[in-house]
């Protein structure tokens, strides 16, 4: 009998129950900063896998989140890269990096994202939120696409997964004008953040569209974690008018139902390696089940979904390559 998860489920249990499905598995996750989503998804993965590939931006603090894997699980597999998904050319090196590998990637875990910042350009010109949550990840996926093809077989098809957010309901949709020539007289921190988080969502989908059962896509809300988000200063402002952070900074437990890091990073885990999820490729999961319901209007658009998908190809200078499928 298939395992079902809920609300409470933590990645523990989840890892636990799909152990079978994590063995000798390549898994690439990006943004695993200690105390962050990224290192409690790799930390329960680690167990199982045959390689973790750990990412950030600050090489110090990329061997602070290895050095606590290891010594957790000793003879864990992890590698670490230095990503910066702000920087084209960070990206670039990074994804040079993993072609070179002798490795194949099974999973890619696009969990990375900015904190709520006031508006920054990147030295690429783009706003810094959409940059690292969405263009950067978009030109790193499509530079290893090869990698990811090279892990499919007859019995299994490799997956990528976007971490997006429930605050993608929290503006009107991706401002597309904005993306490509971002205007600082518009711009809102709160709502840069959620056009990212809805970016995730559309580009899931329209992936999962594109590549037609060659690679199985998934995007998901990990539900509300105190994490380094909450106590972001620019965040708070727009968290604390809405009641959902009290004044001190803490959570408001009367306005929302918080999760623990793992319980957040349980429906990470679901989305990477649930074989019921095989046939649902494009799905959306919250709690660590299908939840398509929940997916704000803008953020449901296939016409959206694929003007984006064109949109970024354009910023980035680089097409995917979804025609190669893999060995057999």
């Not at 050095?67 to 990074?94: F, M, Q, Y």
């Not at 940059?131 to 490799?158: D, E």
């Not at 060659?214 to 509300?224: C, F, M, Q």
């Not at 402002?237 to 306005?255: F, H």
Request: aromatic share 8%.
């Amino acid at each position: 009998m298939a395992p079902t998860f809920g609300w409470s489920s933590t990645s523990e249990e989840v890892a636990t129950a799909f152990a079978d499905e994590i063995k000798g598995q390549n898994v690439l996750i990006t943004g695993t900063s200690l105390n962050g989503l990224g290192f409690e998804s790799a930390r329960v993965i680690a167990k199982y896998a045959n390689l973790i590939i750990i990412t950030g931006y600050n090489a110090e603090r990329l061997k602070l989140s290895q050095d606590a894997l290891e010594k957790e699980i000793p003879g864990a597999n992890i590698r670490p890269l230095v990503l910066n998904l702000a920087s084209l050319s960070s990206v670039r090196t990074a994804a040079a990096e993993v072609n070179a590998y002798s490795e194949s990637i099974d999973v890619l875990i696009n969990n990375a994202a900015s904190s709520v910042c006031d508006f920054e350009l990147t030295i690429d010109g783009f706003e810094r939120q959409m940059a690292t949550a969405h263009i950067g990840p978009f030109l790193f996926t499509a530079l290893i696409l090869s990698k990811i093809f090279a892990a499919k077989t007859a019995s299994f098809i490799p997956r990528v997964v976007y971490v997006s957010s429930g605050a993608h309901a929290w503006c009107e949709g991706v401002n597309l004008e904005e993306m490509e020539h971002p205007n600082k007289n518009t711009y809102k921190a709160m709502a840069a953040y959620a056009q990212s988080k809805s970016a995730n969502i559309l580009i899931a989908s329209e992936f999962a569209r594109r590549a037609a059962g060659k690679i199985n896509v998934y995007s998901l809300r990990p539900g509300a974690i105190a994490t380094n988000f909450v106590t972001n200063n620019i965040a708070y402002e727009a968290l604390s008018t809405a009641g959902i952070v009290n004044e001190d900074g803490t959570p408001n437990l009367d306005k929302l139902t918080w999760k623990t890091l793992p319980q957040g990073a349980a429906t990470i885990i679901t989305a990477a390696f649930d074989p019921s999820l095989n046939d649902k490729s494009g799905c959306y999961l919250t709690d660590s089940a299908e939840d398509n319901k929940s997916i704000s209007e803008h953020a449901s658009n296939p016409e959206i979904a694929a003007k984006l998908w064109e949109l970024s190809e354009k910023l980035v200078g680089e097409r995917f390559e979804l025609s190669g499928a893999g060995r057999d």
